[in-house]
């Protein structure tokens, strides 16, 4: 038999043991599936191999365990032993490792898939420079949305001034709103911001991502080097405090309205879950309409607080609430930060919204042991605003 003739030989069983896979996988038989599909794989079949990516990610197969703690502690959720769990997820290291080797031999999908994986992070150190290689053999071989994903993960490296800035941050809204894809480009050059301007980026990102406006959801907000979100409220919960992270320099107003609502806020008895620690004007009451989460209603009945950089706690209090939280000092020092202690109950659920004029904007929710998922989403609707003389 000839070199020619052993190569078709070749082919012909890769692609026979890429269809008895299919089979296998469709009868749900995982595990024989992915025996048929790795000897079409040593055969250097590239289909074959995404096969076994597809098993990975999409498929109960292999899957491993993983607590959730890590999770909690990043969403600023408290660690305790009824919401602590262990729950079964994909092996996206194999995933990873299989989606590589397709790629390397040049298969498109895969290209595109491990330029994801490598960009994002996932089960690796992050490699945006790598990530993109791929992303442009993507590219190169037609793949849809590779382009994209290159506009979503590369920083163009344009630098803009302040009003340029919200310009192309406008822009972004616009094309979002409609789904056009120009957004990506928009986007890759709102991603080159400075500290200050992403800030702006994880303001208008986390306010539509709450209101579930479609297209936003791909968007992802930047962080600090040392890990701290360039988002309006970023909370870190320890017992039964939560410290809530205010950057300024997300805000439109230089002394922006924020509205405090919790199913253990009572506005007109002046009671709040705010403790003794807080920096921060109580400036009057709202009322809003946005959808109901955890155990708030429709209806939300809100404490108003005017956020004031200016506004410093004494040397003693602030000591408390830095070792309470051991808080680094990027966390509570610098120009653009302001701050708020909630000292709640066991169980209460709260949403943090930013007034401004009669618009409201949603920054936070959390609750405990509360529905956390909104079934029906709307536009949040001022109802009323009394601000104190």
């Known amino acids: 038999m000839g070199l020619f003739d052993s190569l078709c030989n070749g082919k012909n069983s890769a692609k026979n043991l890429l269809a008895a896979g299919a089979e296998l996988e469709r009868k749900n038989d995982l595990e024989g599936a992915f025996e048929k599909y790795k000897q079409a794989a040593d ?15 999409s498929k109960p197969f292999r899957q491993i365990e993983k607590s959730n703690m890590l999770e909690l502690m990043q969403r600023g959720v408290p660690v305790l032993p009824w919401n602590l769990v262990t729950r079964k997820e994909p092996d996206y290291k194999s995933a990873l490792e299989w989606c590589l080797k397709a790629a390397d031999l040049g298969n498109g999908r895969a290209c595109y898939t491990a330029g994801c994986f490598l960009c994002e992070g996932i089960i690796c150190r992050g490699d945006i420079e790598k990530g993109t290689e791929y992303l442009e053999k993507a590219v190169k071989a ?20 302040d009003e340029a800035y919200e310009s192309c941050l406008e822009l972004f809204a616009q094309y979002a709103s409609v789904g056009n894809a120009m957004m990506y480009k928009r986007y890759s050059i709102l991603k080159s911001g400075t500290p200050k301007q992403l800030a702006r980026l994880g303001y208008v990102l986390i306010a539509a991502q709450n ?26 919960r320890m017992q039964w405090k939560t410290f809530l992270r205010f950057d300024l320099n997300a805000f439109e107003a230089e002394n922006p309205l924020i509205a405090i609502s919790s199913d253990i806020i009572h506005p007109k008895s002046g009671y709040s879950m705010l403790g003794e620690f807080h920096h921060a004007a109580l400036a009057g009451t709202a009322a809003y309409r946005s959808p109901a989460f955890g155990w708030l209603g429709e209806e939300k009945a809100a404490l108003v607080f005017r956020l004031d950089k200016a506004v410093r706690l004494n040397a003693e209090a602030m000591a408390e609430v830095v070792n309470y939280f051991s808080l680094t000092p990027e966390e509570y020092e610098g120009d653009s930060v302001a701050f708020m202690v909630d000292s709640g109950e066991k169980e209460y659920s709260v949403e943090i919204a930013c007034i401004n004029g009669d618009k409201v904007d949603v920054l936070w929710r959390y609750t405990v042991d509360g529905s956390s998922e909104v079934h029906e989403y709307f536009e949040p609707e001022l109802l009323s605003l009394n601000i104190n003389d």
């Not at 055969?43 to 990610?57: C, H, P, Q, R």
């Not at 209101?211 to 870190?236: C, E, H, M, R, W």
Request: net charge positive; no cysteine.
């Open 211 to 236: 209101n579930n406006l479609p297209n936003y959801g791909v968007f992802k907000y930047s962080f600090t080097d040392s890990g701290i979100p360039f988002i309006p409220a970023a909370p870190k």
């Open 43 to 57: 055969l250097g079949n590239t289909e074959a191999m995404m096969a076994i990516v597809s098993l990975y990610l």
């Open 142 to 161: 037609g793949v849809p949305g590779a382009k994209e994903a290159i506009y979503l993960f590369k920083p163009s490296g344009e630098r803009l001034t």
